[in-house]
Structures are given as C-alpha cells and as structure tokens.
C-alpha cells in the first residue's frame, strides 16, 4: 500500500559531520513534505519543509532534497552537534486530502562527541 | 511550543475509566488535530477539527470522541479506556491560508492498566 517510510529506523554520526536522513513516498500526488524533529518527551517540532514544485530548500544548517521521479526525500543536517540528537519525522500532505499529513515512523539521530 | 499546550501531561487510568484530554492553542489557528504515537510508528490521526462546528474522522477515531468547544480548544475522550489506548497524544493546530505547517503541543502520556 502507499505509505510515508524512512530507510534507516537509526543513524549515529561524530559531532561536526554531516548527516542525512532520508524519505520515501509513494503517492505521486503529494505536494507539500515537512520535517520534524522530536526530542525525548517533547512533541514534533517544525524544521523546514518544500513544496513539490522545488528540488532544494536551505534552512539555518539545514536542507532538504526533494527528488520526485524516484519520490525521495532527505534532510541533510551540516556539523551535527549533539543537540541535533532526535527522532526525525518527515511527513507529506497528499493533494486530495484537505491538508492532512502523513507521517513516517521516524528515524533516531544520536550523535557522538 | 507554549502556543499548544496539552493537560495532563502524564495520566495513568485503570480499564474502563472515562478519560479527558484537553488541548488549548494561543496561535489563533482555525484547523486542530489529535495524534497518537505508539513506539516504531509514526503518528495516526484519531479526529481533525476545521473550525468549531466541523469534526471529521481520522484514520483511527474507534474508541475516540472529541469536542471543539471553542476556536482555541479541542478535547480529546475515550469513553471507556482499553489497554491498547496506552500512548503518547498530541495535539496540533495549523492555520487558513498556504502555510500548510502544523504545530504541535507536548504530548500527553496516557497509561491504561
């Protein structure tokens, strides 16, 4: 069935590389992609997000890519500090569906000093 | 995320107990929605609220009711909790207009024994 995913549930990086996280989508529909982060006992929180009529959208240390002919989606995160350590939601609205997002399970970012 | 705010934030609540969760939003925001998050998975949309007289469905309402008292609240019920129901709930508001980006509250951790 059509489903929002993540290819990795984790992802470990040493502080100051860089890191990606990506998305998959399968609903060739979807038009608006969000990222949020959520830290333990908090509730997602906004970081950026890109309309399907772009391929690139930069944000404060990050950005994120959209490829829509292979449906892809990634948040590229520059010189990870341990405060980036989170789960990463990335989230799609399907064009049909009155502004209802659809959300992946979420990938753990933990980064290392 | 002080514009979103959510009571209780912990609550444990023994099977068949009727149960309350409030949510109260600041930002002016019209659209108010209720998740549940369970470990591994993504959030699922239990009730989304357009204004105060609409209520709809979302993927999973079974065992759920709501109530938009007013433009800034929209309370969350389980008539008669299940075990099942333990999770984490959020609450989140988006505003009219292209800004398609929802806002979320702190979650409430909910404990059916």
């Known amino acids: 069935g059509e489903s929002v995913g993540l290819h990795l549930p984790t992802l470990s990086v040493q502080e100051g590389d860089n890191s990606i996280i990506n998305c998959a989508y399968s609903n060739s529909a979807s038009d608006y992609f969000i990222w949020y982060k959520q830290e333990s006992g908090k509730g997602p929180q906004f970081i950026i997000d890109i309309r399907s009529n772009m391929d690139k959208r930069q944000g404060q240390r990050v950005t994120v890519l959209l490829n829509k002919t292979v449906k892809h989606l990634s948040l590229q995160i520059a010189a990870t500090q341990p405060g980036d350590s989170a789960v990463y939601f990335c989230a799609e609205k399907r064009g049909s569906t009155l502004g209802r997002l659809y959300f992946g399970r979420g990938t753990q970012l933990t980064v290392w000093p | 995320d002080a514009d979103v705010t959510q009571t209780p934030r912990n609550r444990i609540t023994k099977t068949g107990k009727r149960i309350m969760l409030e949510c109260s939003q600041t930002k002016g925001h019209d659209r108010m929605y209720w998740y549940r998050q369970d470990p591994g998975l993504g959030l699922q949309l239990i009730y989304y609220?357009?204004?105060?007289?609409?209520?709809n469905k979302g993927e999973i309402s079974d065992g759920y009711s709501v109530s938009r008292q007013a433009q800034a609240k929209f309370s969350l019920s389980l008539e008669s909790a299940i075990p099942n129901q333990t999770a984490l709930y959020f609450c989140a508001t988006r505003g009219q207009g292209i800004n398609e980006t929802q806002y979320f509250g702190p979650g409430t951790r909910l404990l059916v024994l």
């Open positions: 609220s357009f204004d105060v007289k609409d209520i």
